[in-house]
């Protein structure tokens, strides 16, 4: 039986224990995610086995993953509930996660249910199919002439200067050595002239979009850095003006030809001037990127219908985060050289000084982390169901549903339609916003928009 409530007080006395590491947590990264084995414990405190779990806001899945785990811990999660005096009941239980977002469905539905072992042996395919691609893509030559594979490149803003119009480039104006800095305090390096950086001082260049078939107008920028591998050992260097021509030209030899033409539909997080340009899918790539993404992407139909989804979601795990322009450097305090990070989460930010990885390594790297969260979940008892729909109108008996677990979107915090875009175009399906309980202008939902919508989902639970 659940444990009584002088029993339990431990899980809210004070700030839950919740990491942010491990192959679950890391599989896919999702806004405002919280940690799944914490979750299992508060299940198996607050129910017995065999009983139904709902959650109505599923996000990517937790609280499905957390009712998997409650049916087979790890030794971390019964060691905290030993640390609490908890006496959890683990034990199999059903879960049924509702949520709008098609790719959020399938992120809990594909970690949940997909053999460990198939999806390894898909993904190894898959991945050897494209290395030849990948290898092409990616050549580049180290410091000593030697044929080698570009691990990422930093590519870098152009500027104009106020005062002279002259233009440089964003890291040549406003980064600084001994010790690393990145400011927007920039200085003319032909005027001395200094100013802050601004979007009205980003240049922009006319360009023809192969897939939109016009021209259009986008930022200007340029390869600053690039780090790369040969066999074993790692190099980087700053562009020479020979690196910068091979690059423009690597770019301009790649075809999007067939990428999916798909259309970002913007919202709260769109700014003016700062977005200009980027309309499209494939506007937040370099050519390189979205090519062999595209590439990877199509690859995925050859494979049965039963592990395709596997795969497509280990794709998009990687994608959002790192194979977009999204991507970051920071510079740290008593670093000598910049931090590579991934997409600041909560919004679309292409920062003065994106990063171009390579997609094959990044995901090369990421099969042992899906295997080892699919491991995890498989074999434990109990099911767990994603179901893609409002919360509005629940289709599960009355008197079914035994706990309620659930963490309800943050008002105006989080557009969390417009961020999944980036993922859910590739699916070609992307959220239908009209239940979406959130304060959003674009929208037309105002707080009292938002309260009865919530009200809706909680009516609906009692």
């Not at 450097?329 to 171009?356: C, H, M, N, R, W």
């Not at 008197?399 to 859910?424: A, K, L, W």
């Not at 992307?430 to 309980?437: P, S």
Request: neutral net charge; glycine residues 6%.
């Amino acid at each position: 039986m659940p444990q009584k409530n002088d029993e339990i007080l431990s899980l809210y006395d004070s700030p839950f224990p919740s990491g942010r590491t491990g192959a679950i947590y890391n599989a896919f990264s999702y806004p405002t995610k919280i940690s799944a084995e914490a979750e299992a414990v508060f299940i198996a405190c607050h129910t017995k086995v065999g009983d139904t779990i709902l959650d109505p806001f599923g996000g990517s899945g937790t609280t499905g993953i957390a009712a998997k785990l409650a049916g087979k811990p790890n030794k971390a999660m019964i060691s905290l509930a030993s640390s609490l005096g908890l006496n959890p009941e683990w034990g199999e239980r059903t879960a049924y996660c509702y949520e709008l977002s098609p790719v959020g469905s399938m992120i809990g539905d594909v970690l949940c249910n997909t053999d460990p072992m198939r999806f390894k042996k898909a993904a190894d395919e898959l991945m050897a199919r494209i290395k030849d691609m990948a290898d092409e893509a990616y050549h580049i030559k180290d410091n000593q002439g030697n044929n080698s594979i570009i691990r990422h490149i930093v590519w870098s803003d152009i500027i104009e200067c106020p005062e002279c119009g002259h233009e440089s480039t964003y890291a040549k104006s406003c980064i600084t050595y001994n010790p690393l800095r990145i400011s927007d305090a920039a200085r003319c390096p032909r005027c001395g002239k200094t100013f802050t950086v601004k979007t009205e001082n980003h240049c922009m260049e006319r360009m023809t979009d192969e897939v939109l078939s016009r021209d259009i107008l986008r930022r200007k920028r340029v390869p600053y850095k690039i780090y790369g591998i040969t066999g074993k050992t790692k190099w980087s260097r700053v562009c020479t003006e020979e690196d910068i021509d091979f690059i423009l030209k690597q770019q301009a030899g790649f075809s999007l030809a067939g990428f999916p033409l798909r259309e970002i539909k913007w919202g709260m997080l769109y700014r003016n001037g700062y977005h200009s340009g980027m309309s499209h899918l494939h506007h937040f790539y370099t050519t390189r990127n979205a090519s062999v993404l595209n590439a990877i992407w199509n690859e995925t139909d050859s494979f049965p219908t039963d592990i395709r989804n596997a795969l497509r979601i280990f794709i998009l795990s990687y994608n959002a985060s790192h194979s977009t322009l999204m991507t970051r450097v920071v510079a740290k305090k008593s670093s000598s050289d910049f931090i590579l990070t991934g997409a600041q989460p909560g919004v679309l930010y292409i920062s003065s000084l994106p990063v171009e990885k390579n997609i094959y390594l990044g995901l090369l790297r990421k099969i042992k982390i899906f295997h080892d969260a699919l491991s995890q979940l498989y074999h434990s008892p109990g099911k767990s169901y994603f179901i893609n729909k409002s919360s509005l109108s629940i289709d599960l008996p009355d008197n079914s549903v035994s706990y309620v677990f659930t963490d309800p979107p943050f008002g105006d915090f989080i557009p969390y339609s417009e961020i999944n875009q980036i993922n859910e175009l590739w699916l070609g399906r992307i959220t239908d916003a009209t239940d979406e309980v959130v304060i959003n202008p674009s929208q037309n939902k105002d707080i009292n928009k938002y309260e009865s919508l919530m009200n809706g989902v909680f009516k609906e639970i009692s």
